[in-house]
């Protein structure tokens, strides 16, 4: 079974534009949620979609935004970059409506996003 | 507010000696924790998982302790192996009675060993 794949690995971009990321999770799994890694911060929340339906978000501004699709794709848009969104994005999916202790998150391996 | 925290950013051992990796929480309704592990440029790895009801989780060489009354958690590998040397995060899983849920993620700890 293929993992949680995410693209691009690696994008660089300018204070300014926009950027959207791509998730594909596990085959079967329909929730996926999304995170920020930075140096020092560990991962923080984003947000969570089930079945096109976003359930829950983090602590972010309103230029981080997502959906999810049919095929249970997720994408992740941030808009008007500033250098601070410098980090690693990573997404997770589970085969569970709630993970639990025996179903945990499975995370992609991340996109690292610059920002110059 | 880091409601999970992981004091220690690195920690170095040496090979076959037990490895003690710690983590504190401040929020009493956690329903659940686990350990992930994660490799330079992968995404982080399930490892290990315990009940809020439970104090010990054991997997091989992995076990975890939770202290409920010192809201602390530990991870102990024995014995260490060089491939263990990666990046160790704890989280925190609340389920909310609105049918969410959210994972809270420690800053993380980097585990050397040394062969």
């Known amino acids: 079974k293929a993992g949680v794949t995410q693209t691009p690995r690696y994008l660089i971009k300018t204070r300014g534009q926009q950027v959207t990321l791509s998730c594909s999770p596990i085959s079967g799994h329909r929730s996926v949620s999304w995170y920020q890694q930075t140096p020092g911060q560990g991962l923080q929340f984003l947000f969570e979609y089930f079945s096109e339906t976003q359930r829950n978000k983090g602590n972010f501004p309103g230029r981080f935004s997502g959906r999810q699709f049919s095929n249970s794709r997720s994408e992740m848009n941030v808009s008007t970059l500033e250098l601070g969104d410098s980090a690693l994005y990573l997404c997770?999916?589970?085969?569970?409506?709630?993970?639990?202790?025996?179903?945990?998150?499975?995370f992609g391996n991340g996109t690292r996003l610059t920002v110059t | 507010d880091q409601q999970v925290k992981q004091n220690s950013p690195s920690l170095s051992v040496q090979e076959g000696r037990i490895s003690i990796l710690n983590c504190d929480y401040t929020n009493s309704m956690f329903d659940y924790f686990l350990w992930y592990k994660k490799y330079p440029a992968e995404g982080p790895t399930f490892l290990i998982s315990i009940s809020s009801i439970k104090d010990k989780n054991e997997d091989g060489r992995f076990t975890v302790f939770l202290n409920k009354s010192a809201k602390h958690l530990s991870l102990h590998i024995v014995p260490s192996q060089p491939g263990d040397s990666a990046v160790y995060f704890c989280a925190a899983v609340r389920l909310s009675t609105s049918g969410t849920y959210k994972y809270i993620f420690g800053t993380g700890t980097r585990l050397k060993v040394l062969a």
């Open positions: 997770a999916s589970s085969g569970r409506a709630y993970p639990n202790l025996d179903s945990p998150l499975h």
